[in-house]
């Protein structure tokens, strides 16, 4: 079966550092993507994980430990417009299908 | 930059009305995609297609069916629109290279009421 969890809400406040977490049981694994989606808008992507360690992007950086099925996504210097929901996504063996788990909602607060 | 839209920003249709989401893709993509997303549910499959006139069910398909004409032109059926198929549809595309960063590239969305 495919299940990704994720933090259902989230809230920090500006200027601090948030950790959001995802975990992953799926029948394939080919990538982890993290993507920003701000309310009524389409969701943008973020960063990319295929191999175990930290890829940092700026104030975004993204973990992942394949043998724990575990990524998270970390949001240094938070700011107002950060304020969105996190979706992580695992891609399938083929490296076409993506799925997604339900995503995480951040509020950033001044 | 990659740009996907659709159709409608928002619809409002009557239960059992035949209802047609269109998407289009100014990128040359193989690989196109029709989500909806419901709260707590997180974005669902419902088709894909790899190439024209080819396409695949995703995890809930039921009640929906799709169209591949045209290379840059996915578009979604709801042959008798229900309550339950009230949500936001979302559609992607997606190069059909096995590059490994090759991320899916989302459009605006249409969010969808059936009364």
């Known amino acids: 079966g495919q299940n990704i969890d994720q933090p259902t809400e989230m809230t920090a406040t500006e200027g601090a550092i948030v950790q959001i977490n995802c975990t992953y049981q799926t029948s394939g694994f080919n990538g982890l993507f993290w993507y920003q989606q701000h309310a009524g808008e389409a969701p943008t992507f973020l960063s990319y994980?295929?191999?175990?360690g930290l890829e940092e992007k700026g104030r975004f950086s993204s973990f992942l430990s394949r043998s724990k099925g575990y990524s998270y996504l970390l949001l240094k210097e938070l700011q107002m417009k950060d304020s969105a929901s996190y979706l992580c996504a695992v891609r399938d063996n083929y490296g076409q299908n993506f799925v997604f788990g339900p995503g995480t909602r951040l509020s950033v607060l001044p | 930059d990659v740009k996907v839209t659709q159709s409608s920003r928002y619809l409002v249709k009557r239960t059992g009305e035949k209802v047609f989401l269109e998407c289009v893709q100014d990128?040359?993509?193989?690989?196109m995609f029709w989500y909806r997303q419901d709260p707590g549910l997180g974005l669902r499959l419902i088709y894909f297609s790899y190439d024209v006139k080819m396409k695949e069910k995703g995890d809930i398909p039921e009640g929906y069916s799709v169209s591949r004409e045209k290379k840059e032109r996915f578009s979604l059926i709801l042959e008798s629109a229900s309550t339950n198929q009230t949500s936001m549809y979302l559609c992607?595309?997606?190069?059909?290279?096995?590059?490994?960063?090759?991320?899916?590239?989302f459009g605006p969305g249409t969010r969808l009421t059936v009364l």
């Open positions: 992607a595309s997606k190069p059909g290279t096995s590059r490994n960063t090759d991320t899916q590239y």
């Open positions: 990128m040359d993509h193989e690989n």
């Open positions: 994980n295929v191999l175990d």
